[in-house]
């Protein structure tokens, strides 16, 4: 392809509108979807949520088709569909490969997936998609695509929304993403998970770093002190969000701190929450795999930035094409 050809494809790449719902549709969705329609100890699969990409595959080709065929003009020749679909086929990848590779490496779920099968899989989806989205626009009357100030009451309140399920999506994703949670047996504080003559005694069996784990629905930003002989108290810390689900028919626990010691021996817990009857367990810190692993940790504040990144996308994009359509001559600016 010349470099004119190049252009178009890149003026045909889907805006900021269609990239936040494509990753709405195949990243937040699955995991929210399957909360809400299986048990709580069942973990999401990697398989059921690329179904979800493979899904939207054939929409986000139709949406690709039919802005190439509005950049190049509603030709009803067999080049014409052709380029389309290739366009359509080109750009699908793209988004098709970065869905996998969140997958792969950022949210790594359990289970088994035929990445190759998904991946090659999806061409025909694709093809039919960009026929699809070639036919709709071919039939339709060319219209000026001029930018309103709703691109910006748009962009808002998708960065809202991205930024609340920025939290939950990186929530679930750790769960499902654990590869390994040890036993809870080094100690406890509260009711319901320690006898009155162990309450907040704690035998770690060897230096590192130990978790603290909400039991059932107690708070999940509790003020954890560790104590141990000569040693000052340390304050446990909170993570950001609290992967939970962990567990099993008997309890469920949430991870919600961690804290670090230099020897094994006695040590005491002492937590402090606004539920009195709240009751805390230490054991080992569980094994989340992929970068979800580190997001766990990240600034409240980065996770909402990192949610909002369409929303902005967007807002950003309508200032572009209505200073675009200022500068051109004669041009009226749509409010």
Request: aromatic share 10%; with cysteine.
């Amino acid at each position: 392809m010349n470099a004119a050809t190049w252009r178009v494809v890149g003026r045909t790449f889907p805006g900021p509108v269609a990239l936040a719902v494509w990753v709405l549709v195949t990243v937040p969705a699955p995991l929210m979807v399957f909360e809400g329609t299986h048990r709580w100890e069942e973990d999401p699969e990697v398989s059921t949520a690329l179904w979800w990409t493979v899904g939207a595959v054939p929409v986000l080709a139709a949406v690709v088709a039919a802005k190439w065929t509005w950049y190049t003009g509603q030709r009803r020749t067999a080049s014409a569909v052709a380029a389309a679909v290739v366009a359509a086929t080109l750009i699908s990848a793209v988004f098709l490969g970065a869905t996998m590779a969140v997958y792969r490496w950022v949210i790594p779920l359990s289970g088994v997936a035929q990445w190759r099968s998904v991946l090659f899989g999806s061409v025909p989806l694709v093809i039919c998609g960009a026929m699809v989205g070639y036919l709709i626009e071919r039939g339709r009357v060319r219209r000026s695509r001029a930018a309103t100030r709703r691109g910006y009451v748009t962009g808002g309140i998708v960065a809202v929304v991205g930024a609340l399920l920025a939290q939950t999506t990186v929530q679930l994703g750790a769960e499902g993403s654990t590869a390994r949670f040890g036993p809870v047996e080094y100690g406890a504080v509260g009711p319901y998970a320690a006898s009155a003559s162990e309450l907040g005694e704690l035998r770690l069996p060897a230096p590192g770093q130990y978790a603290i784990f909400a039991v059932g629905f107690a708070p999940r930003d509790p003020d954890c002190q560790v104590t141990g002989v000569g040693t000052p108290a340390q304050s446990a810390e909170l993570l950001t969000i609290a992967p939970g689900g962990y567990g099993g028919d008997a309890a469920s626990y949430a991870w919600v701190a961690s804290f670090d010691v230099s020897l094994p021996g006695a040590y005491s817990l002492a937590c402090r929450s606004s539920d009195p009857q709240a009751s805390y367990v230490v054991g080992e810190v569980p094994q989340i795999r992929g970068a979800v692993g580190a997001l766990v940790h990240w600034p409240l504040i980065a996770i909402w930035l990192l949610g909002a990144i369409p929303g902005l996308l967007i807002s950003a994009d309508t200032v572009r094409r209505r200073a675009r359509r200022r500068s051109a001559p004669g041009a009226k600016v749509e409010l």
